[in-house]
């Protein structure tokens, strides 16, 4: 215990302007929200239409590297909707994994698909190429399509289609997104890349959201910068996709002066222009935000490093923004000590997330063995990790 306290009386005095409750992460709004939610308020456009969300998009798309953005409402819907466009649906099944927020398998439950949960490397804490190729390789034929004659991956098991593959880069750490890719591409498996946690992170210089088929944003409340709920879908690619997305994300319906005719099934998925107002004017201190996290992130590890506990640094080849700061304690009962005693003294800490295989509804779902993703899962406490502008 006496280590635990030592822990709360740093953590204390790094958020000393906190007062007495230090919450995991909150947002700061320090630059010219207000006077933009003024504007759009004025303006009287504060739902999905209105400069603010084409303005957000294209500032996305700059910082990201990406070709296009499309704004939705949050990242669970932006990441339903990418899943939609690669015709992820009924009885496929779609490879992600079990370390994750419940978001990433519920998307592929919308669709009708079967999610595969695969197991994570313990460095990155996202989904591991080396782990992926095993079981792709003994699990997985490419078999012709009867219409179409082009070959499609099947699990030799169940017969199914393998439809997608959605790796994570949890708590801002950049997976092995490029390794990952070149697997999935030798098995013709889009590859939708969750980069929710991951705004301001790179791999080998790259951003991450840009890799893949398509990348999902999220700007939640508790996330790097804010929209107070929000998402972005990005595109590298493929223009039409981007085109379709926003074209599903309003409904489907066509444009017109007057009339109201909608061609396919759409989503009310758009982002308001008030929610898109309040993210530009957090983008603009993006940079001083991810400089406070790193600076936040050096002060953790130093401290942790002289007390004798794991904190994960950024993995090899990244620049992480240090999302969620994290450690790995000695076990089960030593996280569960650590969490009781840290929230009981107003210093909000949080465990990873429970397992999706543990949970009712994916409880029957095909894994693999997931040894890395118990032993995080039994050890990771999530730390207060607030930017201080």
């Given at each position: 215990m006496d280590r635990i306290d030592q822990i709360i009386r740093f953590i204390r005095d790094?958020?000393?302007?906190?007062?007495?409750?230090?919450?995991?992460?909150?947002?700061a709004f320090k630059g010219m929200e207000k006077e933009y939610l003024l504007n759009c308020l004025e303006s009287t456009f504060v739902s999905s239409v209105g400069k603010y969300v084409n303005e957000f998009e294209n500032e996305i798309a700059k910082y990201c590297g990406a070709k296009q953005a499309i704004a939705c409402v949050n990242g669970t819907s932006a990441l339903h909707l990418a899943l939609k466009l690669i015709d992820v649906e009924a009885n496929t099944e779609v490879i992600t994994q079990p370390l994750t927020f419940v978001a990433t398998a519920n998307t592929i439950s919308y669709c009708g698909g079967k999610?595969?949960?695969?197991?994570v490397d313990i460095d990155t804490m996202g989904l591991s190429p080396v782990k992926?190729?095993?079981?792709?390789?003994?699990?997985?034929?490419?078999?012709?399509?009867?219409?179409?004659?082009?070959?499609?991956?099947?699990?030799?098991?169940?017969?199914?289609?393998?439809s997608a593959c959605v790796p994570m880069h949890t708590f801002g750490h950049p997976c092995r997104i490029d390794e990952i890719i070149q697997i999935c591409d030798q098995y013709s498996i889009p590859v939708i890349e969750d980069a929710t946690e991951s705004l301001g992170s790179f791999y080998k210089g790259v951003h991450t959201g840009i890799n893949g088929k398509i990348g999902v944003l999220s700007f939640n409340g508790n996330k790097i910068i804010t929209t107070a709920g929000g998402g972005m879908l990005l595109f590298n690619n493929d223009e039409n996709l981007a085109?379709?997305?926003?074209?599903?994300?309003?409904?489907?319906?066509?444009?017109?002066?007057?009339?109201?005719?909608?061609?396919?099934?759409?989503?009310?998925?758009?982002?308001p222009n008030l929610n898109a107002a309040l993210g530009l004017a957090q983008l603009a201190q993006l940079e001083r935000i991810l400089d406070s996290k790193r600076k936040i992130a050096q002060e953790y590890s130093r401290f942790f490093k002289e007390i004798g506990i794991k904190y994960m640094e950024e993995p090899e080849l990244s620049r992480a923004n240090y999302w969620l700061n994290c450690i790995l304690l000695k076990d089960k009962n030593e996280k569960e000590q650590f969490l009781k005693h840290t929230n009981q003294n107003n210093i909000m800490t949080r465990p990873a997330w429970k397992l999706m295989v543990d949970l009712p509804m994916y409880k029957t779902c095909e894994r693999d063995d997931l040894e890395n993703a118990y032993y995080l899962a039994d050890r990771l406490v999530n730390l207060p990790s607030s930017y201080i502008l």
């Amino acid at each position: 215990m006496d280590r635990i306290d030592q822990i709360i009386r740093f953590i204390r005095d790094l958020y000393k302007n906190s007062g007495d409750y230090i919450p995991l992460h909150a947002p700061a709004f320090k630059g010219m929200e207000k006077e933009y939610l003024l504007n759009c308020l004025e303006s009287t456009f504060v739902s999905s239409v209105g400069k603010y969300v084409n303005e957000f998009e294209n500032e996305i798309a700059k910082y990201c590297g990406a070709k296009q953005a499309i704004a939705c409402v949050n990242g669970t819907s932006a990441l339903h909707l990418a899943l939609k466009l690669i015709d992820v649906e009924a009885n496929t099944e779609v490879i992600t994994q079990p370390l994750t927020f419940v978001a990433t398998a519920n998307t592929i439950s919308y669709c009708g698909g079967k999610p595969i949960f695969i197991d994570v490397d313990i460095d990155t804490m996202g989904l591991s190429p080396v782990k992926l190729n095993k079981w792709i390789q003994k699990e997985v034929k490419l078999v012709a399509n009867s219409n179409t004659k082009q070959l499609e991956p099947i699990n030799k098991k169940t017969g199914r289609k393998i439809s997608a593959c959605v790796p994570m880069h949890t708590f801002g750490h950049p997976c092995r997104i490029d390794e990952i890719i070149q697997i999935c591409d030798q098995y013709s498996i889009p590859v939708i890349e969750d980069a929710t946690e991951s705004l301001g992170s790179f791999y080998k210089g790259v951003h991450t959201g840009i890799n893949g088929k398509i990348g999902v944003l999220s700007f939640n409340g508790n996330k790097i910068i804010t929209t107070a709920g929000g998402g972005m879908l990005l595109f590298n690619n493929d223009e039409n996709l981007a085109k379709k997305a926003k074209h599903l994300s309003t409904q489907a319906k066509v444009p017109h002066l007057w009339e109201f005719y909608h061609d396919e099934i759409g989503f009310n998925y758009r982002l308001p222009n008030l929610n898109a107002a309040l993210g530009l004017a957090q983008l603009a201190q993006l940079e001083r935000i991810l400089d406070s996290k790193r600076k936040i992130a050096q002060e953790y590890s130093r401290f942790f490093k002289e007390i004798g506990i794991k904190y994960m640094e950024e993995p090899e080849l990244s620049r992480a923004n240090y999302w969620l700061n994290c450690i790995l304690l000695k076990d089960k009962n030593e996280k569960e000590q650590f969490l009781k005693h840290t929230n009981q003294n107003n210093i909000m800490t949080r465990p990873a997330w429970k397992l999706m295989v543990d949970l009712p509804m994916y409880k029957t779902c095909e894994r693999d063995d997931l040894e890395n993703a118990y032993y995080l899962a039994d050890r990771l406490v999530n730390l207060p990790s607030s930017y201080i502008l």
